[in-house]
């Protein structure tokens, strides 16, 4: 099994910044793209942003520009570096890996329990 144990959310006025990690542990071989999604009350969880294991990214056109993914493969770790925030950035930020475990041929998908963003006006 694999867990992923994200930090780095809360409450920051439009304009600012935070920067969110999600650090995967447990039976792991490799790891395939990592994602960031968020789900807004009331919306559908959507993908925010998404990096492979060659560091190719890709963002949501909502965020280009303003959100920045990274990773550190020997870390198990993803960054979501996030500025000039806006209210509607507001959600819940989930992360998202594609596991191969020790032992395994195939990849499994692991999701972290969500860290709050709230964005103030």
């Known amino acids: 099994q694999v867990q992923l144990v994200e930090s780095g959310g809360g409450l920051v006025q439009a304009g600012g910044s935070l920067r969110l990690s999600c650090a995967a542990s447990g039976s792991i071989l490799s790891i395939s793209n990592m994602e960031w999604y968020r789900q807004a009350p009331g919306k559908q969880r959507e993908l925010v942003a998404s990096i492979t294991r060659v560091d190719k990214t890709n963002y949501a056109d909502s965020v280009k520009g303003r959100f920045t993914i990274s990773r550190d493969n020997a870390k198990n770790t993803v960054y979501l570096e996030m500025n000039y925030l806006k209210p509607e950035d507001t959600a819940v930020y989930y992360c998202?890996?594609?596991?191969?475990?020790?032992?395994?041929?195939?990849?499994?998908?692991?999701w972290g329990q969500g860290t709050q963003v709230t964005v103030s006006s």
């Open positions: 998202r890996f594609n596991v191969q475990n020790i032992g395994a041929f195939y990849y499994t998908t692991y």
